[in-house]
């Protein structure tokens, strides 16, 4: 890279060359919508999902995530290898809560982490209500699923709407504790189905 | 809009006039470590922006791994300064869950803020593993570096493994400010002792 072009790396103005694909170095990947279904899954390879060493940090975005069994707790669970989404984890989580009545705020460490768990581990909801209003939405981060040195790190934020009308603003963050790469994702609650909802992967460049 | 800029309108590649806004990321520059002693970024120097050019940074840390039983930390140089020595007041909050005892808490942590002081700033609460398979990964925000008026705000959110013997998830809440109305032009990276042994730092830089 020379002349005119070098002289605007990293400006937001003036001739730069543009990036492959233009808007910036979060890539959207994959949408997939639920429709009443039992999970959604990101597959690296399948259906166009890209969930490999392309990107070091993939995101994932929960809009409006809706439960179709009342009181259900919305989970990830991580497949390093086979066709089970069984990596062992070691998770952390807390969350502020308020209710609508006004009666109740707080806190807390959640007893719903994990410690060397193979099952799924929750990310939000929090005993979700089914009014067609109820929801919950956030963010997830997964750094470097690839790798085959590290264990494999994720932090999620999400805010529920919960069954009891709370607002509750979730922190849950932990690793994979494998050496494998991490090549799917699935997103389901712990009983019954999305009914409805949006989950967006986006992959975030590093050149 | 004519010459080579109008035919690459809406183009995705070639020479094109970039947009001005989106708030979209725009990548900046990458470190990777290799036995470190740190990892720096100077405004102007090898391809580097800090400086008015974006009202918000991000740091992005992927797989730092130490060297040593050490702590991840960050610290400033203000432009006409010398040392990476701001003053910084800061908070440090953390969830903890440890893998062998299964303890686990959420809590303020004194020994990771910092009251006006001048030492470099706790990134990840505490030790990191030193375990080859173990490191730390996250994201700090930097507001508006070269503002002369306002001190400068910054929000990390990391998750590391905690220290080789009571390995478990760490995630810690770091935020503070560097109390100084002077442009900030410089960050430091670096742990608290040895080397950063391996692990990738990304600047991008956020069009407003």
Redesign the interface.
């Known amino acids: 890279m020379s002349g005119i072009i070098s002289q605007n790396v990293g400006r937001p103005s003036g001739l730069v060359k543009a990036a492959a694909a233009a808007g910036g170095v979060w890539t959207l990947i994959k949408t997939l919508t639920a429709s009443a279904d039992s999970d959604l899954s990101f597959v690296d390879g399948t259906d166009d999902v890209t969930l490999d060493a392309t990107y070091p940090i993939y995101v994932f975005k929960f809009i409006n995530i809706h439960a179709g069994t009342h009181a259900a707790d919305f989970t990830a669970g991580f497949r390093d290898g086979g066709s089970a989404y069984d990596a062992t984890k070691t998770t952390s989580t807390f969350y502020a809560y308020h209710n609508e009545g006004d009666s109740a705020t707080g806190l807390t460490y959640a007893s719903h982490d994990m410690v060397q768990g193979t099952g799924f581990c929750q990310i939000g909801g929090d005993a979700m209500g089914t009014d067609n209003d109820q929801c919950c939405s956030g963010t997830m981060f997964l750094f470097n699923p690839s790798s085959t040195t590290f264990v494999k790190h994720f932090m999620v934020n999400m805010n529920t709407l919960t069954e009891a009308d709370y607002s509750v603003n979730e922190y849950t963050a932990g690793y994979c504790n494998v050496t494998a790469a991490i090549d799917a994702v699935q997103f389901k609650f712990d009983t019954g189905n999305i009914d409805a909802g949006k989950i967006k992967l986006y992959g975030i460049k590093d050149s | 809009m004519s010459g080579i ?1 109008g035919q ?1 309108t809406l ?10 806004g ?1 708030g ?7 470190l990777t470590a290799s036995g470190d002693s740190s990892l720096s970024f100077v405004d102007g120097t090898d ?3 800090l400086d008015s ?2 009202k918000t940074y991000v740091f ?1 840390f ?2 730092i ?1 130490a060297a040593d039983t050490s702590i991840f930390t960050f610290q400033a140089n203000a432009s006409g300064g010398s040392g990476f020595n701001e003053t910084i007041t800061s908070t440090m909050f953390r ?5 062998g005892s ?1 303890a ?3 809590g303020y942590q004194t020994s990771g803020d910092q009251a006006q002081g001048t030492s470099y700033n706790q990134i990840f609460f505490q030790h990191i593993s030193t375990d ?8 700090l925000h930097l507001f508006d570096p070269s503002n002369t008026t306002f001190v400068k705000n910054f929000i990390a ?5 905690n220290s080789t013997g009571s390995e ?4 810690s809440f770091s935020a503070g400010y560097f109390n100084t109305t002077s442009a900030i032009t410089e960050i430091d990276f670096k742990m608290s002792s040895g080397n950063i042994d391996a692990g ?1 730092i ?1 600047l ?2 956020i ?1 407003s």
């Open positions: 800029v690459n183009g995705g590649s070639g020479l094109i006039k970039s947009p001005e989106g979209a990321w725009n990548f900046i520059k990458k391809d580097v922006v050019t974006y992005t992927n797989n791994h969830a903890y869950h440890i893998e299964g686990s808490g959420l080859n398979d173990s490191s730390g990964s996250g994201i959110n990391t998750m590391h493994v478990g998830a760490i995630h990738d990304c991008y830089g069009s």
